[in-house]
Each structure stands twice: as C-alpha cells, then as structure tokens.
C-alpha cells in the first residue's frame, strides 16, 4: 500500500511539473 501511494505521489509530481512547464510554454 506504501509502495503504491507513492508511485501515484512521484506520477502526481511528473504530471504537476509537466503541466507547469505546459503553461510556461503557452504563456
């Protein structure tokens, strides 16, 4: 279960981070 949440926090984390810089580039 540990393990599993965090797998989904760091693909969160890649997800957030590659949305920003999405953004970033839009802008």
């Known amino acids: 279960m540990d393990l ?3 797998g989904r ?3 969160v984390t890649a997800a957030s ?3 920003g810089r999405a953004c970033a ?3």
Do not use: D, E, F, S
């Open 4 to 6: 599993g949440l965090t």
């Open 9 to 11: 926090r760091a693909l």
């Open 17 to 19: 981070k590659g949305l």
């Open 25 to 27: 580039h839009a802008l």
